[in-house]
Structures are given as C-alpha cells and as structure tokens.
C-alpha cells in the first residue's frame, strides 16, 4: 500500500495565453459566435462573476455514457456558482450527451477539439456559458506519482477527467464520486473566477497567491489551495475530518478578491 499514499492527485492549472483556433472559410461565421468563448484563462472573470454585462450564467455539462455527473454534484456545482456569481437571471445546467471519444489520454489540443465539436452552449445577449467536459479518460500528463483531476483552460472552458476521479475512489470508502466531482470542478471555476492572481490583478499584493505553487491560494483550508491537497492520504483525510462539509470553501482571501471582481 506505500506506493498507493506517494501518489500526487494534483488540480492543475493550465493558464493558455494565447489560444488559436483552427478556421476554414466555412467555418468562419460558426468561429465568430465562439469567439467571445475562446479567449485567455481569467479573461472573463469579471463577466463571469458580476451582473454589470450579463445577467444570466448558463453551464453545459458535456460527458459520455460513463462520466454522467451526479445528481448531487450537478446540484451543488450549480449552488456554488450562483452564490459566488451575481446572476438574478439565474444560473442554469444544460447536460449533453455525447459520444464516447476512444483516447485513453488527452491532450489539452484533444480536449479543446472535443469542445469544438460538442459543445452547443456559446455566449449570447445577456446571458454568458461555461462548458464542463467530464472526459471519459486521463491527462496525458498523468504519471506514476501524480495524476490531474482538471484543468481550466480558457475563459469559459474546464475539463474534469473523470476516470481519474473513479481510479480515486477505489479504495478509499471515505470520499464518494460526488465529493470529487464536486471538488475538481468548483476549484476549476475557482479559476474562471480569476482566482488566484490568474490576470496579475490580485487585490492582495501579498500573502495571498502560494509562491510555491502559482495561482493557487496559501490558506490550505481553502477551495484553492493548490492541490485541494496534494497526496490520496491527504485528501482522504481531509474528508474524513470534514464529515459531510467535505469540501472545502473558499477563504476570505479568495473572497474578497472574487468581490471584488463582482461575486459575492
Ligand atoms: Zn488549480
Ligand atoms: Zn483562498
């Protein structure tokens, strides 16, 4: 069982400063209504978080016949954002089903074409979306020692491989599917919110961002810490200390920061 607790279950960040779309002449007006959803990690934050240029908040979950979210987590994901998000139009999920993709591992190019070509929520007038991939495979970054849970990757965009996250809970009768759906996707749109200091905009000039472990948060309690923790052991604990507050809220730190971006 020793190697079992080395194994690093790491919530990587992935910040794309630039992200490039491949364009036929065919495809250029479809591109045009994606464009305001293919910009930079963090770019759309304050969209996101405040009311001032959309009212509404709409999240597409995209997964195949294996990575269908929870119903508690569906339920929990969408009370997050709506109490952290200013939205009086309401926050809503849209499920959509799609074909399995065959790879066993995913580059984050692969992950962006699935987007490309399932995603059917795009923002428009007032009301801004979200999509979450619950991938039916893993990070092609994934090792013998750490595994990624998910990853943010552009504005309105996080994947959550969900395979990894049944691997996790084999074993550990402590944490449900649920909990880590929940964990995974709610510390990626931590990220969407421009937590922390993703745009170098942070109102903390210090104390805040992990130096260490950059764009995440130093309060270890938190939603943002920067492995909402860092070892199988870790976060098996941590659940169990928790009991059914299992997932970790985000800190004054990281709220006050998101406040000021127009959450609350
Ligand atoms: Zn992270
Ligand atoms: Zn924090």
């Known amino acids: 069982?020793?190697?079992?607790?080395?194994?690093?279950?790491?919530?990587?960040?992935?910040?794309v400063s630039v992200?490039?779309?491949?364009?036929?002449?065919?495809?250029?007006?479809?591109?045009?209504?994606?464009?305001?959803?293919?910009?930079?990690?963090?770019?759309?934050?304050?969209?996101?978080?405040?009311?001032?240029?959309?009212?509404?908040?709409?999240?597409?979950?995209?997964?195949?016949?294996?990575?269908?979210?929870?119903?508690?987590?569906?339920?929990?994901?969408?009370?997050?954002?709506?109490d952290r998000a200013n939205k009086p139009g309401g926050v809503h999920i849209i499920e959509t089903l799609i074909p399995a993709p065959t790879n066993e591992t995913f580059s984050l190019d692969d992950i962006r074409e699935i987007e490309d070509e399932y995603r059917t929520q795009y923002t428009e007038e007032d009301d801004i979306a979200v999509s979450v991939y619950f991938a039916n495979g893993h990070s092609e970054n994934d090792t013998e020692t750490?595994?990624?849970?998910?990853?943010?990757?552009?504005?309105?965009s996080i994947v959550v491989y969900s395979d990894?996250?049944?691997?996790?809970?084999?074993?550990?009768?402590?944490?449900?599917?649920?909990?880590?759906?929940v964990l995974t996707t709610t510390h990626e749109f931590g990220h969407l919110f421009g937590l922390v200091n993703i745009s170098d905009d942070d109102i903390h000039t210090e104390g805040h961002e992990d130096t260490e472990h950059s764009k995440h948060c130093v309060?270890?309690?938190?939603?943002?810490?920067?492995?909402?923790s860092a070892t199988r052991a870790a976060i098996k604990t941590r659940f169990e200390n928790r009991?059914?507050?299992?997932?970790?809220?985000?800190?004054?730190?990281?709220?006050?920061?998101?406040?000021?971006?127009?959450?609350?």
């Open 19 to 82: 992200v490039s779309c491949k364009s036929t002449d065919d495809e250029g007006a479809a591109m045009d209504l994606k464009a305001e959803n293919r910009k930079s990690l963090g770019a759309s934050s304050e969209d996101i978080l405040s009311a001032d240029n959309y009212s509404k908040l709409r999240i597409e979950f995209l997964f195949s016949e294996t990575t269908k979210p929870t119903i508690e987590s569906k339920l929990l994901i969408q009370d997050f954002v709506y």
């Open 219 to 228: 309060v270890e309690d938190c939603l943002m810490y920067y492995a909402s």
């Open 146 to 156: 750490s595994v990624t849970l998910g990853s943010a990757y552009q504005n309105t």
């Open 164 to 181: 990894t996250l049944q691997e996790f809970i084999n074993g550990t009768g402590d944490v449900s599917l649920a909990d880590l759906e």
């Open 1 to 15: 069982m020793t190697h079992f607790f080395k194994i690093s279950a790491v919530i990587i960040l992935t910040v």
């Open 243 to 264: 009991g059914v507050e299992s997932i970790p809220e985000l800190d004054a730190l990281c709220l006050a920061d998101l406040v000021a971006k127009g959450g609350k």
